[in-house]
């Protein structure tokens, strides 16, 4: 039986369920001290000056560091790279970035940065002596700036289709921030060793972090490793490094201990990146029969205090027109600095703030002009393969029209009138919404497996990149075991640790399955072929009269066979760099029922059809699809970090940030569809942000066609419901 494309339950599960799963901050080392951050409680201030005499002389304190003090030791500040290199998206030419230093020198540029770190021999005396470091401000204006300002694509071939164009609609919205609150707040311990520093960290690409923690301290890559076991939870904002990090390595050289650091999720709420926060501007031409003519818009992403990364905004303007054939289109993009918590990429970096920008205006556009909404959609799907989009993207295979059907079959679109009808006794208010999407997953270029049989009978895999969730000591134990020929519980993933795996990528923009499974399948044919080798020596036969079958080296026509483990050990490895980006795609479709008094909104079915080109694990990938699609509702009706006009964030804790839960989400269907991608050896796509870049188009197409109204405003509250119902 081959293992690719079984449902096989995760390897992992087990042990996490069990609670017997390690994370950052279960580390512990002998003679550890604590760190506890002083953070600024202003959004913008100057630092006047610091008095932490009281704090250095409180009883257990080992080290009360500033800003100061880091300058002094030559501390770099953090290596922002915001703007991606890969050819395969849009450029944003960049104005200026600040320096992002990893203590504050001089200013305070939002709530929660750090100004002063506190290391002491427990974490109540560090919290105590935090409580004694006084820090003179003087409050500032809150400022904004752009470090991004470009235009893209063909103006002129735009205006020139609006001035034909029989219908026009437009659009101006606010896609609400959010954040990832992921299970585990991050956490980081550094231990130093002779000449070099170990740093636990809750990383989600150590070999970067490795890269740029060395150039912040000013030691080379050799001297710095990072290690992650269990992530706690990612999908982007723990793909960047974090001033504690380095901070925390910084302390342990400096006092010769090992010293840790656990984030508390207050400060988790002030800190971690947050995501979306996207000012968007669009207009859709169209001509009288509704073929789409032209898009335009001015998307204005609000990046926060410091540009930590653009990739959103670039991304999202290069999929801007989804996965229709519009012929022209053109975006301003503006990167806006602002006093709040940086932004960057989280679960479909940008893809599901343009899409549901896109998706509003073709209801839109049907509402008001007449069409039907589905055949408005697939009149203007891209229908002939490879598609080139109008920022020179190319979508190399799909089958936009027919997983489009295939979802309104599995949500019985056509049998939605009754069930509404059904609803209006009750009194309630049902409406129903579709919401296409097309991804696109570039990420870090470079992957590379190393794969091992051992002795022992067992074969070890080293890869770069690391799981946040989804699956992959299962899902590469299929593919090895697949093309090995042996059992999945034979293969053991490595990962997480830079002095094993040294090269990788990551795990971000949907890349790792996608390029893992590209060199693993590399790599266990360069060790098949050293098994051949090997072979030959000891059965006294040419290389050629050696095949590998069913996990035996066999001579051809014979019966004379060696098995993998007799000839362990066994090496093969392969390094490949490619920037070819993969376009998964689907549907989404929701259905709600919305209490006219309360206004409060009911998911009662939501339905994904995703193409991820080929699945490995289709149990997985539901599996993705469903917290991907808990992701999208969640911010669709309830999630948003909501700043005041001092830059205060409002929403800091579980009693105002509202997250979904598992008894407020009805059970999801969900089918994949398998066309194989045409750039990638194996056929695959990105498989696991597919639930959630359509999900804030489908959901707020519902409620705007319960509620009988062309637009409502993100999240969709009970409040703004209600509102909207009794207007």
């Known amino acids: 039986m081959g293992f690719i494309g079984q449902p096989l339950a995760r390897k992992e599960d087990e042990r996490l369920l069990a609670g017997k799963g390690c994370f950052t901050a279960d580390v512990s080392v002998p003679g550890e001290a604590h760190a506890v951050f002083v953070r600024s409680p202003h959004a913008h201030a100057r630092i006047r000056g610091i008095d932490a005499t009281g704090a250095r002389a409180m009883p257990g304190v080992l080290a009360v560091l500033t800003g100061a003090d880091a300058a002094a030791d030559g501390l770099q500040p953090l290596p922002l790279r915001p703007i991606s290199i890969n050819p395969h998206e849009v450029p944003l030419q960049g104005l200026a970035f600040p320096s992002y230093p990893a203590l504050a020198q001089g200013e305070v540029r ?19 002596a935090a409580d004694e470091v006084l820090v003179d401000y003087e409050p500032l204006p809150l400022a904004e700036s752009a470090c991004v300002d470009c235009d893209t694509g063909d103006a002129a071939a735009v205006e020139a289709a609006f001035r034909r164009a029989a219908h026009v609609v437009s659009l101006k919205t606010r896609i609400n921030r959010v954040t990832g609150v992921p299970m585990e707040p ?27 923690v060395a150039a912040i301290l000013g030691v080379p890559e050799s001297a710095v490793r990072v290690v992650t076991r269990e992530l706690g939870g990612n999908y982007g904002p723990r793909n960047n490094l974090y ?60 990046v926060g205090a410091f540009a930590v990364s653009l990739i959103p905004l670039a991304k999202g303007i290069g999929v801007s027109t989804g996965t229709y054939a519009i012929p022209v289109a053109a975006h301003r993009a503006i990167g806006l600095l602002t006093d709040t918590c940086p932004t960057s990429s989280y679960r479909a970096a940008g893809r599901p703030e343009v899409m549901y920008i896109l998706e509003r205006l073709i209801d839109m556009a049907a509402r008001r002009y007449g069409f039907d909404r589905i055949a408005l959609r697939e009149r203007n799907l891209a229908k002939s393969f490879p598609h080139r989009n109008p920022y020179g993207l190319v979508y190399d295979s799909g089958d936009y029209v027919g997983v489009q059907a295939k979802a309104l079959a599995l949500a019985r679109w056509v049998s939605f009138p009754q069930r509404k009808a059904e609803a209006k006794k009750r009194g309630r208010l049902r409406g129903i919404g579709i919401g296409n999407y097309v991804e696109l997953n570039t990420g870090t270029p470079r992957e590379r497996a190393v794969m091992k049989v051992t002795e022992d009978g067992r074969v070890h895999l080293v890869l770069g990149t690391l799981s946040s969730g989804q699956g ?32 990788g990528g990551g795990t971000h923009s949907g890349r790792s399955l996608r390029m893992g499974a590209s060199v693993i399948h590399a790599a266990s044919r360069n060790l098949i072929e050293e098994g051949r080798r090997k072979a030959g020596e000891r059965l006294e036969v040419a290389v050629a009269d050696i095949e590998y079958v069913e996990g035996r080296f066999v001579v051809k026509g014979t019966d004379r066979s060696l098995g993998l483990f007799e000839l362990a050990p066994l090496e093969g490895q392969h390094d490949e760099t490619t920037t070819l980006p993969s376009f998964a795609y689907g549907t989404a479709v929701c259905e709600v029922e919305i209490d006219p008094d309360t206004g409060v909104v009911q998911v009662v079915r939501h339905c994904n059809v995703d193409d991820c080109g080929r699945a490995v694990n289709p149990l997985i990938l539901h599996g993705q699809a469903h917290g991907g ?30 997250l979904p839960r ?31 870049t359509p999900a ?32």
């Not at 999720?265 to 859709?284: G, I, K, N, Q, Y």
């Not at 593919?479 to 293969?491: F, I, P, Q």
């Not at 407020?664 to 569809?673: G, Q, V, Y």
């Open 110 to 128: 939002f709530v929660g940065q750090a100004v002063a770190m506190v290391v002491a021999e427990s974490l109540a005396a560090a919290k105590d």
């Open 696 to 727: 804030l188009a489908a959901v707020a197409n519902a409620i705007c066609d319960a509620l009988d109204i062309e637009h409502i405003e993100l999240p969709a509250t009970p409040e703004r419901v209600w509102r909207l119902v009794n207007r």
């Open 186 to 212: 991050r956490a980081a311990l550094a231990t130093p060793e002779e000449g070099r520093l170990t740093l636990y960290a809750t990383s989600a690409f150590v070999q970067k972090h490795r890269t740029e």
């Open 472 to 503: 992959h000591e299962t899902a590469f134990a299929q593919l090895v075991a697949d093309w090995l020929h042996v059992s999945t519980d034979k293969v053991t993933l490595f990962a997480g640790d830079t002095d094993v795996a040294s090269v």
């Open 629 to 658: 699609m808990a992701a999208g509702i969640g911010q669709a009706l309830w999630e948003h970090c909501r700043y005041d006009e001092e830059g205060q964030l409002l929403s800091a804790s579980f009693m105002d940030y509202a």
């Open 662 to 692: 598992a008894s407020d989400l009805p059970f999801f269907d969900t089918e994949i569809s398998e066309v194989p991608s045409t750039t990638h050896p194996l056929g695959m796509r990105g498989g696991g942000e597919g639930g959630t």
């Open 243 to 302: 001033p504690e990090y380095p901070l925390v390595a910084w302390a342990a050289r400096r006092l010769g201990r090992p010293v840790k650091w656990t984030c508390e999720r207050s400060e988790a709420f002030l800190t971690d990146e947050h995501s979306r926060d996207l000012v968007a501007e669009a207009e859709l031409a169209l001509a009288a029969d509704g073929s789409f003519l032209a898009l335009r818009g001015r998307n204005v992403s609000n």
